[in-house]
């Protein structure tokens, strides 16, 4: 009896459940979607309301604009320093045949140093450029003049009549204090496109480049994109200092590949007031001509009365034969090998003449080389003209 009870109860609330079920959802189109839209207002609001319980226990990564750490330093960078960089358009006309004449355009970037409106960039940029012009940030264009260039090294300087007002320099960093991993930026003109910002790493900071015959040591290698135009421009610290200028890329397809150069600022830093000053870099001289064996460098030729000479470098011998021909032999196996120049190994002549020329007249070099089977010092004291005079 209380079985039969108890499923006619349970009957009765399914009934009535299943008919309140079936009046809520038989409803018009029109009241469904009202209804629906109306959860799904409501369900918004919930979420807005609800949005102040979110886990609190993330990290604060954002700063006052939204940014993160890393994006507030490349903006920072950007905003302080875009106006120290100026697009280079050059022309450039020769012969052709049929005595046409043939104009070629180019495009680069450079670096404002002062207010007088100096600017630094690639030699390669300018060079056999018969006309130059410098855009500002403002966009408007000015002239530049021909100050000075150091081909050797790929620099560089040329000059606009700005108003002082519109010129922003661009503060030198130390390059002596890069280390491979730190964080670089490059702005330049890539394809015309005015100071366009890259990011990147210092990939080395102890490469060598070919340079017109020369080899420029202390090369950094970066990441940074480096593309077509963005030669002569800086390349900045995560202070905005200049502590590059961007040179070159190695790529097979003329485009960034991920390995790029910049020339050190130290070197820049050197060769720039000499190109201001004089128009040239004043190089010192140690007369001597040397040849690359397998030991090191062979003094082949001593300069007469030249500096290498007065410091007791000895080259070869000039050995009379004795006989009936007679006559006269070079003795090389007298001469000294040079395998250092102030510490620094050197094994070919680029190696010693960049050493060398990272010196002035005056400046005194030691010279490691081997004699007799020996490794000897020879302090040198190199020549050349005075740039002061």
């Not at 022309?91 to 002062?114: C, P, Q, R, W, Y």
């Not at 855009?135 to 002082?164: C, M, W």
């Not at 010192?284 to 030249?306: C, D, F, M, S, W």
């Not at 005056?362 to 740039?387: M, S």
Request: aromatic share 4%.
């Amino acid at each position: 009896m209380r079985f039969w009870l108890g499923c006619g109860v349970s009957a009765f609330v399914g009934a009535l459940l299943a008919l309140t079920l079936q009046n809520e959802s038989v409803l018009r189109p029109v009241d469904a979607q009202d209804r629906a839209g109306e959860r799904v207002t409501r369900a918004s609001f919930s979420l807005e309301e609800n949005r102040s319980f979110a886990p609190t226990n993330l990290p604060a990564l954002f700063n006052r604009e939204g940014l993160t750490p890393e994006e507030a330093i490349n903006v920072a960078v950007y905003e302080a320093i875009n106006k120290s960089v100026v697009n280079i358009n050059t022309k450039s006309s020769h012969s052709a045949l049929l005595a046409f004449e043939v104009t070629a355009e180019g495009t680069g970037s450079g670096s404002i140093l002062d207010k007088a409106g100096h600017i630094v960039t690639n030699f390669h940029v300018i060079a056999d450029a018969n006309d130059v012009v410098v855009t500002l940030h403002d966009g408007k264009q000015y002239d530049a003049s021909f100050i000075g260039a150091d081909p050797e090294n790929d620099v560089a300087v040329i000059r606009v009549k700005a108003p002082p007002e519109v010129l922003y320099p661009v503060a030198l960093g130390d390059s002596s204090h890069l280390r491979v991993g730190m964080k670089c930026f490059a702005i330049g003109n890539p394809f015309g496109l005015e100071r366009t910002l890259t990011t990147g790493s210092i990939s080395s900071v102890d490469r060598s480049l070919q340079i017109r015959n020369r080899s420029i040591k202390q090369i950094i290698q970066i990441d940074a994109a480096i593309n077509p135009g963005n030669s002569g421009g800086p390349l900045l610290d995560t202070h905005g200092r200049l502590i590059g200028i961007n040179t070159a890329i190695a790529s097979k397809t003329g485009q960034s590949a991920g390995v790029g150069f910049a020339i050190p600022s130290n070197l820049v830093a050197r060769v720039v007031p000499e190109l201001i000053r004089h128009g040239k870099v004043i190089r010192p001289e140690i007369g001597v001509r040397l040849l690359k064996t397998e030991k090191g460098l062979l003094v082949a030729q001593l300069q007469p009365n030249g500096p290498a000479e007065k410091a007791g470098l000895h080259g070869p011998k000039v050995v009379r034969k004795t006989g009936l021909l007679g006559g006269t032999r070079i003795d090389y196996g007298a001469a000294d090998i040079v395998v250092a120049v102030d510490e620094e190994e050197v094994k070919s002549q680029s190696d010693f003449l960049s050493v060398v020329e990272s010196k002035r007249p005056g400046d005194q070099v030691i010279v490691t080389v081997l004699r007799e089977g020996r490794r000897v010092n020879v302090p040198v004291t190199l020549g050349g003209p005075n740039p002061e005079k």
